[in-house]
């Protein structure tokens, strides 16, 4: 059986193209300029509803970090689960990958990965995000 092209596990907040790279969706506030995730209905700093949708940029610096013990059976632990700051002002939580454990350290530059979670009742392969260090980012940190 032929697995079809990858689908988002998050419709409307990740968008996976044909090669697999993807970028996540985010709003902009026409008013204001702000930028929020998800893609959102009304600004939080101004109020404002004329939004539009972002692709969002995909590096950003890790702010901080928890290590998961304990989790529900669909996730393998331990797994590191952080808050990743972006250019544009947005704050994203997502699972850290790509390294061991004792190599994440705040201020790391992490790029986001779209990696699969699974199929659909389909057979369809679900992608998902995750962030890993970049290359100028894996250089340790104290």
Same mark, same amino acid.
């Given at each position: 059986?032929?697995?079809?092209?990858?689908?988002?596990?998050?419709?409307?907040?990740?968008?996976?193209?044909?090669?697999?790279?993807?970028?996540?969706?985010?709003?902009?506030? &026409?008013?204001?300029?702000?930028? @929020?995730?998800?893609?959102?209905?009304?600004?939080?700093?101004?109020? !404002?509803? +004329? %939004? =539009?949708?972002?692709?969002?940029?995909?590096?950003?610096?890790?702010?901080?970090?928890?290590?998961?013990?304990?989790?529900?059976?669909?996730?393998?632990?331990?797994? &590191?689960?952080?808050?990743?700051? @972006?250019?544009?002002?947005?704050?994203?939580?997502?699972?850290?990958? !790509?390294? +061991? %454990? =004792?190599?994440?350290?705040?201020?790391?530059?992490?790029?986001?990965?779209?990696?699969?979670?699974?199929?659909?009742?389909?057979?369809?392969?679900?992608?998902?995000?995750?962030?890993?260090?970049?290359?100028?980012?894996?250089?340790?940190?104290?």
């Amino acid at each position: 059986m032929e697995v079809e092209t990858a689908v988002s596990f998050r419709p409307g907040e990740l968008e996976v193209d044909s090669s697999g790279a993807g970028h996540l969706l985010g709003s902009r506030c &026409a008013s204001c300029g702000a930028h @929020f995730f998800p893609v959102r209905q009304a600004c939080a700093g101004c109020l !404002g509803t +004329d %939004l =539009e949708a972002v692709r969002l940029s995909t590096t950003g610096t890790l702010y901080t970090f928890s290590i998961v013990r304990q989790s529900t059976p669909e996730f393998e632990v331990p797994y &590191a689960l952080g808050y990743v700051d @972006f250019s544009e002002g947005v704050r994203i939580m997502g699972q850290i990958s !790509g390294c +061991d %454990l =004792e190599d994440i350290w705040i201020g790391m530059q992490l790029s986001l990965s779209v990696e699969p979670f699974g199929e659909d009742e389909d057979g369809n392969q679900l992608s998902g995000y995750r962030f890993r260090p970049t290359e100028a980012g894996s250089g340790g940190g104290s």
